[in-house]
């Protein structure tokens, strides 16, 4: 029997009892999916049971073409209804160079919502499993392929499986294995077993799905282990939506001389946290053979992307055996008394409407006040709109020195992991290496878990920690004051804490492709999809990092981080009225409404105008427009419009009088839906300006 990581298909992967619609095995026909017309075609091979897209088509070989960049096929499954949790499991291979991603496509959406994607090549076939959440409203499912340049690069799909139910789950009767794989080692491994095959030593008794010889099972056995503490770990798929309730599974465990089983989460740093081990009283009931089938059902809360591992650890030959079997998963919890997934929203804060769950702890002297700036030439704004409220600490002069100001958060749960993110912000003219901090309190004990590093002033800097809570803790933000000249005045904007670890990606979806979530960008990884016009402007848009060339004029830093990269007009190179014009990709039209959200710099005595237009295929209607200095800082604006067309957004700068003109964009962000505080109204055929 061979490691279920040398496992490769039979011809076809068996169709499971209890497939949904938009599941296809290619035999002989697409299963009603269709090829979108825009892109290049995927191609039905019947004599291998796949479609694929390849980079390099027949004509263009004939002619010597070579490579042929850019070239993407889309595969769009017909309209699915369903109401209940299903799982997709994806058989495909990329050979060569290329990538894979799979989306989900809803009516009223200009962008497409990423399930999962990957760039790895292979030699044959790899399955991928992704979770597909109940749905009230049809859907599409989208696969976009992009082979690499070069010829003989392809992206293929040999097989479809939507079925109902979690991707966590498995009897391990199809020869896919539900995506489950063995992470290889050299003696010890996990091995399928049942189907009447003989195992080693006869052992094993029947499975649990069936309770026969002819279901299968998933077992480890000792008997080729050489060294000292050799680990078997059978690994399920990757999760890609938060989700948390019971997992259960059944096992078989014998116990010679030893074997640890446990079973852990992992998420996508390869960080284990404990989720299950067998408790003593269990232990004292083994035998030296397999006996009945044992349930478990744990709790599982993963709002973060994690794959479970069953993991077992041999001291020796004769560590006895141990087999898995059904599991499976519900998002109700096990137990009636488990508490819910923890909401670390409770301890964010943009200060906009008050302290939210933060208190002062007025005793150690200085308090942090809340203020607000309106739009001007001189102080910077708030971070989150540019003209809300922040807070400040330090910031009048007392003749009292030594003191702190202490801003103390809500209780957080103990014994898990979160990420606290916030924006800083240096002023005055003093400065300090004390001017803020964060401690980690629990109890009476308080650990420091972020100090302030970069130095840099009139901007807002993006910070953040990962920290572990053993106990109850609180987050607290000091800043210290020892002197007159020893004392630097910070501000402090959008705190955000959310569960897992800070490096994590910021979408459950996301996968070896790090590119944004479609309709987001901030510039930090290039222009994500957007593009420039290169027929009707005078230059481009120019990607920035720090401030402008030329003084008085342009942003200090970006919106995004303060140390990042932002698009912008350079007016020192331009002549006045000449433009400069960012288009989005195509976005598909929608009966509903849709919210554009994005922040602008306007500062300079010679600005021009800034503008968004909505291109419906030549027509050009004008949604918003600003004209003229505005502010020394970032401003944030929503626009919110209907198109039920193809459409493009575009952003149009126009070099003002001067060259301190320079107009700079960050943080683009569209959305389904009507904007949550609208700034800016517009249908087609109108224009507003901000006040």
Known sequence: MLPLCLLTFAAVVQAHNQLLPGSCSFESSTCEYTSDSDFASWTLHKDGHFVAVDSVDEQDAERGAGEKPGLTGVLLSPALEQSEWSCLRLVYQITGSGSLEVLQRSEGRSFDRPLW????????????????????????????????????????????????????ECDFEESHLCGYSNQWNANVNWYVGGGEVQLLHNGLLDDHTFQNRTGHLMYVDSIYAKTFKEVAKLVSPMTTVPMSGCLSFQYQRSVERGNLFSVYTRDRLGQYQELWRPELEQQSEWSGTLGEWIPVQVDLKAPYSVQVVFEVTFNSPRGGRVAVDDISFSSEFCSSDTEPTFDPSVASCDFES??????????????????????????????TTGAGSFLLANSRLSPRSGYVSRLEGPTLPGNMKYCLSFYFSLRGFNQTDQALAVYLQSGSSQEKIWSQGEKSRGIWIAADSTFHTSQPSKVVFISTCRSFWDCGSVALDDISVKLGDCELPATAAADSLSSPLPGHCGFEAGLCGYTQDKQSDAADWELRRGPTPTSYTGPRGDHTAGLGYYLYLEASTMLSGQSVRLLSRPLRGSRGSQCLSFYYHMYGSGTGRLGVHLDNGGDDVLLWQQSGEQSIAWLRARVEYQSDSLHQLVFEATRGSSVRGDIAIDDITLEGGPCPEIEIQATVGTSNEIE
């Not at 150690?364 to 001189?378: A, L, Y």
Request: aromatic letters at 10%; a neutral charge; charged letters at 15%.
């Open 117 to 168: 994607s990957s760039r790895a090549p292979s030699d044959s076939w790899v399955i991928s499993s992704m979770d597909l959440q109940n749905n009230t409203e049809p859907y599409r499912v989208v696969i976009e392929g992009k082979p690499g340049g070069s010829p003989g690069s392809s992206v293929a799909i040999f097989e479809i499986h939507i079925s109902p139910g979690f991707c966590l």
């Open 354 to 383: 008050g302290f939210c769950s933060y208190t002062q702890d007025q005793v150690t002297g200085s308090s942090w006040r809340r203020v607000s700036v309106k739009p001007n030439i001189f102080r910077n704004g708030d971070h």
